[in-house]
């Protein structure tokens, strides 16, 4: 393939970043490539607390693997910032390291939950760095003295009603760990997609209404060292039991039942330990208008479809039964209150690629080197989903690349190769609408204003 | 791209009217060529009984490409009847894999009952990527990457789906 049909494409963007960076770039990724495993010789990832605005293209001409690389690369920077110990601010902590101060709230918890912005009746969310009052169901927890960082979890589906009903073409079901607990979810934004919710009224139907135009985000831009829209989606399962808090990294949350998700379902609150399983970042960048899809789940979640279950115990399968059914949601009726529920037995249906698993273990080194028992040691990268032509003008979700992609705890029942069926974060995020119709950018959560 | 992967898709685009950038992106997750390929090569040695004639429909094809013809001029030459009828059926094939994302099967008339094709998707995938629904500035049945209220606004010229608009 010659420069210029290079140069011709859409691709322009991938191949022009390549050209600048030049070859005497180190390129980490292709290192690990070229290789069985890490090599110690290698040097370590660095860990910093910077968050990455944009990829670093490391191979001229780039490729489908390379840039797929240069994507995990970008992921694992971007988790490494945003677990970084923060400030009381929610700024990085730089006096310490990632997997320091293990209990201390990391930055991505100063986030706005989506409940504390699409509020009842429209009304406008209190400002950045303000305290979200807790539902009133909460009222006899001390919220004044609620530990730092604690998460309002309200969520036990990846999608509440609301987008069940308007904008999904699914019901994903509700994920059951291994104490016969509900998996809680919550999504967070950061500071530039909630200035750009609140800036454009955006948090109420009236608003949106009003606004009358296709959202559109601001994005990463490399060039004015701005950092653009992100956000968090999480999955947490309860600590005790079959899961021990020294595996997980854990916070504390107000475990909040909505009557509001399902019938039948009592209101009720309790503050409780709960670990981290499933972790989804979106980011806008300049040039991933489609936004970059990054999730990381916990090493001991699930095992593979067709390989050997190695594990003894997982976070949520169970080797030894032998006729629990397969990525199924729970039957109805879906009650989180209720005491127990079956387990759900959940499979990864897409392997890991050899890739990401080298690159996952160059990253453990770097997290063992800096803080031997660091929690942070417990999670890998699935993947990363990114636009292979973003500046398409006949697929604007950009021909995604993996064309799927899921995480067992927040796509836990979607998982698979079937388009319009499986998951794939920007195929899916492409549909997402604001609640008068208009295009939401990729981001569903401007459905919940009232 | 192996050479034999190269002509197949300079012969592919040249019988199908679409850029070659199209059926062959540069950054190409979905990869739909390298289903085709394999699936053409069984599926016409097995229907022709000869296990060479790929190879020498793509040997045509590399021969007239080097001579520097234009798309049109190797079109022809590929669908020459002279190039015997395996061949040419081979060729008409191919155009109706890509368009479809479908294989078809000649019935010759028999008695009352007139000649038919039918056709037999290929794969999900095959499915989705059919260029006719490119072709119809359109999408399939049930596959849409288009956003919400998209009916009410004119589509991408067909130049930007076939690639051919000089970009």
């Known amino acids: ?450 | 791209m192996s050479s034999e992967m190269d002509n197949f898709i300079g012969l592919s685009a040249v019988l199908t009217g679409f850029n070659k950038s199209v059926l062959s992106p540069f950054l190409d997750p979905v990869d739909i060529k390298s289903e085709y390929l394999p699936f053409f090569k069984q599926k016409i040695a097995q229907e022709s009984g000869n296990p060479n004639l790929v190879g020498q429909i793509l040997e045509k094809y590399s021969s007239l490409s080097a001579q520097g013809l234009t798309p049109q001029q190797i079109g022809a030459a590929m669908l020459d009847p002279g190039n015997g009828a395996d061949f040419v059926l081979a060729c008409r094939k191919l155009i109706f894999m890509w368009y479809s994302g479908a294989w078809p099967t000649l019935i010759p008339a028999n008695g009352s009952t007139p000649a038919s094709t039918v056709s037999d998707m290929i794969s999900a995938k095959s499915y989705t990527t059919g260029l006719v629904w490119q072709v119809m500035q359109s999408h399939p049945m049930g596959d849409s990457n288009y956003r919400y209220g998209y009916w009410a606004k004119a589509p991408a010229s067909l130049s930007d789906y076939t690639g051919n608009g000089g970009k």
């Open chain 1, 1 to 450: 393939m010659t420069l210029e049909r290079l140069c011709s494409t859409a691709h322009r963007n991938y191949l022009t970043r390549a050209l600048l960076c030049g070859l005497g770039v180190f390129s980490f990724a292709q290192g690990l490539m070229a290789q069985d495993k890490p090599a110690t010789t290698q040097p370590l990832p660095v860990l910093t607390p910077q968050v990455p605005l944009e990829i670093t293209v490391t191979k001229k001409p780039p490729t489908l693997a390379s840039l797929q690389d240069d994507f995990d690369v970008f992921s694992w920077q971007t988790f490494i910032a945003l677990n970084w110990p923060a400030n009381s601010d929610g700024t990085p902590d730089t006096n310490l390291t990632i997997g320091q101060a293990p209990n201390d709230p990391v930055v991505w918890q100063s986030y706005r939950e989506s409940r504390s912005i699409f509020l009842p009746d429209g009304a406008t969310p209190a400002p950045w760095g303000e305290e979200t009052p807790p539902p009133a169901v909460c009222k006899n927890i001390d919220a004044k003295h609620l530990p730092a960082g604690t998460l309002r979890l309200t969520q036990v589906g990846k999608t509440p009603n609301v987008l069940d009903e308007s904008g999904e073409p699914f019901k994903t079901g509700p994920l059951i760990d291994q104490n016969g607990q509900y998996t809680r979810f919550s999504i967070m934004t950061n500071q530039a997609m909630f200035t750009y919710i609140v800036n454009n009224k955006l948090y109420s139907k009236q608003g949106q209404k009003l606004f009358n135009a296709d959202a559109n985000f601001p994005a990463s831009d490399a060039t004015k060292q701005q950092l653009g829209s992100i956000m968090i989606k999480t999955a947490w399962v309860k600590m005790g039991g079959k899961y021990d808090p020294s595996k997980f990294y854990t916070t504390y949350a107000l475990v909040y039942d909505n009557p509001d998700e399902e019938p039948g379902v009592k209101p009720s609150c309790v503050l409780e330990q709960v670990g981290l399983v499933g972790f989804h970042i979106g980011h806008k960048t300049q040039d991933e208008p489609q936004w970059v899809w990054s999730t990381f789940e916990h090493v001991d979640n699930v095992p593979t479809k067709g390989q050997a279950a190695t594990l003894a115990a997982y976070n949520f399968f169970d080797p030894h039964c032998k006729n629990c059914a397969v990525n199924q949601p729970p039957p109805r009726p879906w009650n989180p209150g209720n005491r127990y529920t079956k387990p759900s037995q959940v499979e990864r249906v897409i392997p890991i690629t050899t890739e990401a698993q080298q690159l996952n273990a160059a990253y453990h080194q770097a997290l063992a080197a800096a803080v031997p028992d660091s929690v942070w040691l417990n999670y890998e990268l699935v993947s990363t989903q990114w636009p292979t032509d973003a500046q398409s003008k006949t697929d604007p979700t950009g021909v995604p690349a993996p064309s799927f992609l899921a995480n067992a705890t927040l796509e836990s029942y979607i998982q698979g190769h079937v388009k319009q069926t499986s998951s794939s974060c920007m195929a899916c995020h492409n549909n997402a609408t604001t609640t008068n119709g208009n295009f939401s950018d990729f981001t569903y959560l401007l459905q919940r204003a009232q």
